[in-house]
């Protein structure tokens, strides 16, 4: 399948909002899907999850064990075999790791299976369904000591995630979840939504693409309206993970917001499990607040930077020379910042994106003990030097983790 950048040249069909892009049902691209398929002999397509790059995400009816699962089915030209070695590792392990708390928040693979199609072979992976929204102020605690406790395990393993976003950190389903039947599920969550799909210039639409185009589901609930013991979270996407033991990587594809600054400044050095801590870090604190630590709508990678620097302090000397131009466009020499008065410092931050809004929803904002623990545990896991970060299992051991947010995860736990 091409590129995304060689297919936004070649539309072939009427844009279709909230669907996968259309021109990659072709050979080598997406597998039609249609609801009422069967696959396996077993499983049921009931609506549709979502979609990405290389993959399309489905709630189907497992007729074997009478519950609702999630099957992910590949493109036909995509290597799937890498992420399901990843899971295979994280979730087959035994010892002492199997009592790690953060191995019940990684996904299982319950079944695998290749099916043929006009595209071509795809490989299917089963797991179990999950849903978003952990935008719950009152639970902010209990969900960001369950990614610590998460990205602790899969580090303990060898693994780095490499593309740790709030995106990828979903919530296990509610237990009466299964009980409902097609048409409650339907009444509930909302019935598939079909657009047809329509060839730009009139034609019949190859034996490859779909006749019509399903809007995928929204599993979610309310924040106001999650219980305390509902939040218990998955991590997902294990697309960009890798084993630093194994193979060397230098590029991340997390979003530019949460992108490590090594990755531009220190481009020769892999990344590695510091990476997944300045993530880790810029993950909680969204958890917690109302809006990304670091922010800009169509920002640059010299944005991105600025907002760091604003945010953090200066860089560290050679990576401050190295910024060249555009520092020197933003930012006297000894870091203050150039035409921005006032700017966003680190205090503002909190203070706009945390404790108005926790205000303002009723919910008690944070104390002064409790703020200092938590501002000493974010700074040290945003160090620009990554060598100088904590590790993930330090993490777990920080006032703040462990006077506030680990409590509040025992109580799911209880």
């Given at each position: 399948m091409e590129s995304k950048d060689e297919t936004t040249s070649q539309l072939l069909y009427e844009p279709l909002e909230g669907v996968e892009r259309l021109e990659y049902y072709r050979p080598g691209g997406y597998h039609p899907v249609k609801i009422g398929d069967e696959f396996h002999d077993r499983y049921r397509v009931i609506h549709k999850l979502g979609y990405g790059s290389y993959s399309t995400t489905w709630l189907a009816y497992d007729r074997e064990l009478t519950k609702y699962l999630a099957i992910k089915v590949c493109t036909a030209n995509s290597n799937p075999v890498h992420e399901s070695r990843i899971l295979s590792r994280l979730t087959s392990s035994c010892g002492q790791s199997l009592n790690k708390p953060g191995r019940r928040m990684v996904p299982s693979i319950l079944d695998n299976f290749t099916i043929k199609g006009p595209n071509g072979e795809h490989a299917c992976y089963v797991t179990v369904p999950a849903r978003g929204s952990l935008s719950a102020m009152k639970d902010a605690r209990a969900l960001a000591a369950q990614?610590?406790?998460?990205?602790?395990?899969i580090h303990s393993q060898g693994v780095v995630h490499g593309d740790l976003h709030l995106g990828n950190v979903l919530l296990e389903m509610p237990p009466n979840f299964d009980k409902l039947s097609v048409d409650e599920l339907h009444a509930k969550y909302g019935a598939p939504e079909q657009d047809r799909?329509?060839?730009?210039?009139?034609?019949?639409?190859?034996?490859?693409?779909?006749?019509?185009?399903?809007i995928p589901m929204w599993l979610g609930e309310a924040s106001e309206n999650l219980l305390l013991t509902e939040s218990n979270i998955l991590l997902t996407d294990f697309g960009e993970s890798f084993l630093p033991s194994e193979e060397k990587k230098y590029e991340s594809h997390t979003p530019l917001v949460m992108r490590p600054p090594e990755t531009w400044f220190q481009p020769e050095r892999p990344l590695s499990f510091e990476s997944d801590i300045w993530t880790l870090a810029c993950s909680i604190w969204t958890i917690i607040a109302q809006r990304p630590l670091f922010e800009g709508f169509l920002a640059t990678q010299d944005d991105i930077i600025c907002e760091q620097v604003d945010a953090l302090g200066i860089l560290p000397p050679e990576w401050w020379q190295k910024w060249g131009p555009a520092r020197q466009e933003r930012f006297h020499d000894d870091g203050k910042p150039k035409y921005r008065n006032p700017f966003r410092s680190w205090e503002d931050r909190f203070e706009d994106s945390v404790q108005?809004?926790?205000k303002e929803a009723g919910i008690s904002a944070f104390d002064e003990e409790e703020k200092n623990a938590l501002f000493?545990?974010?700074w040290e896991m945003l160090k620009f030097r990554p060598e100088e970060r904590l590790t993930a299992h330090k993490v777990l051991q920080s006032d703040w983790m462990v006077k506030w947010a680990l409590p509040e995860y025992d109580k799911i736990r209880e």
């Open positions: 990614l610590a406790l998460a990205v602790d395990y799909v329509v060839h730009l210039d009139g034609r019949q639409l190859p034996p490859g693409v779909p006749s019509h185009g399903i108005e809004p926790r000493s545990l974010l």
